[in-house]
């Protein structure tokens, strides 16, 4: 048996219907409409930047607290390790978001080890 739909040839699972057309109507019945694909990609989109938003904001706060640390005469392995980040992401996003005291003083403090 395949599906009853015309334009589908999957087999069919349940009422005579494949698997994606049979959810489809279990939503239809449930009285939520089925997922038109363009409006699920555009929330799907919308999720994603939010979620980058989300990062860039938490980079940003992370980066002001670093900055306040380092200010504060803090180690600076010391002051990564309370953020929870490796000294290379630190100065990564030091640099991406422009933090100039941030990433000199990190890589001061690695070229100062590395002599
Ligand atoms: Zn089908």
New binding site residues.
Partial sequence: M????DT???P?RSRG??????RQLLRIERGTPPKDPAVALAARRKSIVKAQEANQLRARERLDELLFLLEGGEWPPRACERLDWSISAAVKAARRYDVRPVYMALENYRRDEAA
């Fill in positions: 395949i599906c009853q739909r589908c040839d999957r069919s219907l494949c698997e994606n057309h049979y």
